[in-house]
């Protein structure tokens, strides 16, 4: 089983990171900005390469460039454990949920170079 972390985007609260470490201890859960990632404003390509060489799934609501991105990322021979976007009108009990959920669930590599719009 591969294992993977969550790398959650700059422009969600923090109440995100804070409920998952409630509920997640098997997994690392880091924001952007935090020690060892990347910094506040980093360009969205910038942080797949990270995301790819240290093994994290991020976590966004970036809905309207993110696919553009993941296409050039792949495009360049890159590849990442995968993106978790918010759907519109989204709740974030349902958010928090789908994302526990899918860590406690998933095998790892089901997400490998997708989106995968969340609330599912």
Request: aromatic share 8%; net charge neutral; glycine share 4%.
């Amino acid at each position: 089983m591969l294992k993977f972390n969550y790398l959650i985007d700059e422009n969600l609260p923090p109440i995100y990171k804070q409920q998952l470490k409630l509920y997640l201890s098997n997994i690392e859960i880091i924001a952007i900005g935090d020690p060892n990632t990347p910094k506040k404003g980093t360009k969205d390509p910038e942080i797949l390469i990270w995301c790819e060489k240290n093994n994290f799934i991020l976590v966004t609501n970036n809905r309207a460039s993110m696919p553009l991105h993941l296409k050039e990322h792949l495009t360049q021979g890159h590849h990442l454990p995968g993106i978790f976007v918010f759907r519109p009108q989204s709740k974030i009990g349902e958010i928090i949920n789908d994302l526990v959920l899918i860590a406690s669930a998933s095998q790892g590599n089901e997400y490998v170079d997708m989106i995968t719009y969340i609330p599912l």
